[in-house]
């Protein structure tokens, strides 16, 4: 039984035949890049994933899945890609390469969203439809339950202290944020934040986290040592998820309601700019590997965008399937701070 990985985010079509060449042969950065990689994309309202090939930005093929698809996420051994299928309950493993099954792992329950603590000890996967939170103990091959924990309403998204110690949970129906101690699976405490929580990003040295205010139209700043809410970063209305942009300064964070995606400047808390011209629904992304193009699912409007960073345009989308959700590619710009998302 091979050991098993998990996540996700997209580049853009490459203009002439050496940057196609760079790309195959893993010269353009990131990591090494293999002659058959495709972005991965989760097409959650049609339970099956669309395959894009990145030099020519075009649809390839397609491979079945259970149920709701959201959210996925590469195992630690870079061996696998897990699609986690909330509906079905059960996990996929699929090569992070061609999107091809390896195997599936029934008995999940509700696996909405996903993550493994730094460490690689701890499989977390949050249950939006059951209001629970599965902690899992991960020995390199398969989760095993440690214990299920009743959190209500509606746990959305997760992230982790680079200790591995804690697991930020946001409740999206109940406007809070959870902290759960890992090694006793128990909740430390509650924080009421605003409307629909959604993803969580923690600012590099464990400083803050940021989370994405989807019934609002900004970004929450939380002193999570302190339990404060410190301030709130306007963005655009339903501000969702989070994408490092790799430049020890900027993160992305999508507004899934105004259709823009906003820059902030994590390093003091303030937003530089804004994308515009997006389709509707902005959602996850992806940052190809020379971190010029920012991909985009839309989940609205059953499109992938690619966006070049230098200009702040959207260039380029690729029809895909019903509410696109979560993408991935194998030679993506590495994330530098703990984010399952």
Same mark, same amino acid.
């Given at each position: 039984?091979p050991?098993?990985?998990?996540?996700?985010?997209?580049?853009?079509?490459l *203009? &002439?035949?050496?940057?196609?060449?760079?790309?195959?042969?893993?010269l353009?950065g990131g990591?090494?890049?293999?002659a058959?990689?495709?972005? /991965?994309?989760l097409?959650? $309202?049609e339970?099956?994933l669309t395959?894009?090939?990145?030099?020519?930005?075009?649809?390839?093929?397609?491979?079945?899945?259970?149920k709701e698809?959201?959210?996925? =996420?590469?195992?630690?051994?870079? *061996?696998?890609?897990?699609?986690?299928?909330?509906?079905?309950n059960?996990?996929?493993?699929v090569?992070?390469?061609?999107?091809?099954?390896?195997?599936?792992?029934?008995?999940?329950e509700?696996?909405?969203?996903?993550?493994?603590?730094?460490?690689?000890?701890?499989?977390?996967?949050?249950?939006?439809?059951?209001? !629970?939170?599965?902690?899992?103990?991960?020995?390199?091959?398969?989760p095993?339950?440690?214990? !299920?924990?009743?959190?209500? *309403?509606?746990?959305s998204?997760?992230n982790f202290?680079? @200790?591995? *110690? /804690?697991?930020?949970?946001?409740?999206?129906?109940?406007g809070e944020?959870?902290? /759960?101690?890992?090694?006793t699976?128990?909740?430390?405490?509650?924080?009421?934040?605003?409307?629909? %929580?959604? $993803?969580?990003? =923690?600012?590099?040295?464990?400083?803050y986290?940021?989370?994405?205010?989807?019934?609002?139209?900004?970004?929450?700043?939380?002193?999570?040592?302190?339990?404060?809410l410190?301030?709130?970063? %306007?963005?655009?209305?339903?501000?969702? &998820?989070f994408? @490092?942009?790799d430049?020890g300064?900027?993160?992305a964070?999508?507004?899934?309601?105004?259709?823009?995606?906003?820059?902030?400047?994590?390093?003091?808390?303030?937003?530089v700019? @804004?994308?515009t011209?997006?389709? %509707?629904? %902005?959602?996850? =992304?992806?940052?190809?590997?020379?971190?010029?193009?920012?991909w985009?699912?839309?989940?609205?409007a059953?499109?992938?965008? /690619?966006?070049d960073?230098?200009?702040r345009q959207?260039?380029?989308?690729?029809?895909?399937?019903?509410?696109?959700?979560?993408i991935?590619?194998?030679?993506s710009?590495p994330? !530098?701070?703990?984010?399952?998302d």
């Amino acid at each position: 039984m091979p050991d098993f990985p998990i996540f996700s985010i997209t580049s853009a079509r490459l *203009k &002439n035949t050496l940057a196609a060449a760079l790309l195959v042969s893993g010269l353009a950065g990131g990591s090494l890049a293999h002659a058959d990689d495709k972005v /991965i994309i989760l097409d959650s $309202g049609e339970a099956k994933l669309t395959l894009i090939d990145q030099a020519t930005r075009t649809v390839v093929g397609t491979q079945p899945t259970g149920k709701e698809p959201h959210h996925l =996420m590469i195992t630690p051994d870079g *061996k696998s890609l897990i699609v986690a299928d909330s509906v079905s309950n059960d996990l996929l493993f699929v090569d992070p390469h061609t999107g091809q099954l390896q195997r599936r792992l029934d008995g999940i329950e509700d696996p909405y969203q996903l993550g493994f603590s730094p460490d690689h000890k701890w499989f977390v996967t949050a249950g939006l439809r059951l209001d !629970r939170v599965d902690v899992y103990r991960y020995d390199g091959q398969n989760p095993v339950i440690a214990k !299920r924990i009743p959190l209500a *309403k509606t746990p959305s998204h997760i992230n982790f202290t680079s @200790d591995s *110690k /804690i697991a930020f949970v946001t409740l999206q129906d109940t406007g809070e944020v959870a902290a /759960i101690d890992l090694a006793t699976q128990t909740v430390l405490w509650k924080l009421h934040i605003g409307s629909t %929580p959604a $993803g969580i990003w =923690m600012t590099p040295g464990d400083k803050y986290l940021l989370i994405g205010m989807t019934g609002e139209d900004d970004v929450a700043v939380v002193d999570w040592r302190n339990h404060t809410l410190v301030k709130k970063i %306007p963005t655009g209305r339903g501000a969702h &998820n989070f994408r @490092d942009l790799d430049d020890g300064k900027h993160v992305a964070v999508s507004n899934r309601v105004e259709s823009t995606i906003s820059i902030l400047d994590y390093t003091n808390l303030t937003k530089v700019g @804004d994308i515009t011209g997006l389709r %509707p629904g %902005p959602d996850d =992304m992806e940052l190809s590997a020379d971190k010029r193009y920012l991909w985009v699912t839309f989940r609205f409007a059953k499109h992938v965008g /690619i966006i070049d960073l230098n200009t702040r345009q959207l260039i380029d989308t690729i029809a895909v399937g019903r509410s696109p959700h979560g993408i991935y590619f194998a030679n993506s710009a590495p994330v !530098r701070v703990p984010n399952p998302d």
